[in-house]
Nanobody, 116 residues
Framework: QVQVVESGGGLVQPGGSLRLSCAAS????????MNWYRQAPGKGRELVAA????????NYADSVKGRFTISRDNVKNTVYLQMNSLKPEDTAVYYC?????????WGKGTLVTVSS
């Protein structure tokens, strides 16, 4: 069956960096667009970054542009989210999503806490 598993979350001070990883199995990874979402306490889930199944184009939420970078490794079936210059408002559970057409698979999330 399909599994999507996030890792790399934790506690970091403001201004620090973290790299999240998302490993997917049970699907043809290279044919899926991959996305990172986040959900802060008391708020809805928002799209943070997206990378297509092929091609160089990526998309970011305005709030993370210039600080976050999404990338993928189709050999390791893994997508990454490099997060730099972290702010307290980046605190959230971060979810990985694999999407192809009308089919989507979600991970269970990894918690990122930005606090001094």
């Amino acid at each position: 069956q399909v599994q999507v598993v996030e890792s790399g979350g934790g506690l970091v001070q403001p201004g620090g960096s973290l790299r999240l990883s998302c490993a997917a199995s049970g699907l043809t990874f290279s044919s899926y667009a991959m996305n990172w979402y986040r959900q802060a306490p008391g708020k809805g889930r928002e799209l943070v970054a997206a990378i297509p199944s092929a091609g160089p184009s990526t998309n970011y939420a305005d709030s993370v542009k210039g600080r976050f970078t999404i990338s993928r490794d189709n050999v390791k079936n893994t997508v990454y989210l490099q997060m730099n210059s972290l702010k307290p408002e980046d605190t959230a559970v971060y979810y990985c999503n694999a999407r192809r057409g009308g089919v989507a698979y979600w991970g269970k999330g990894t918690l990122v806490t930005v606090s001094s």
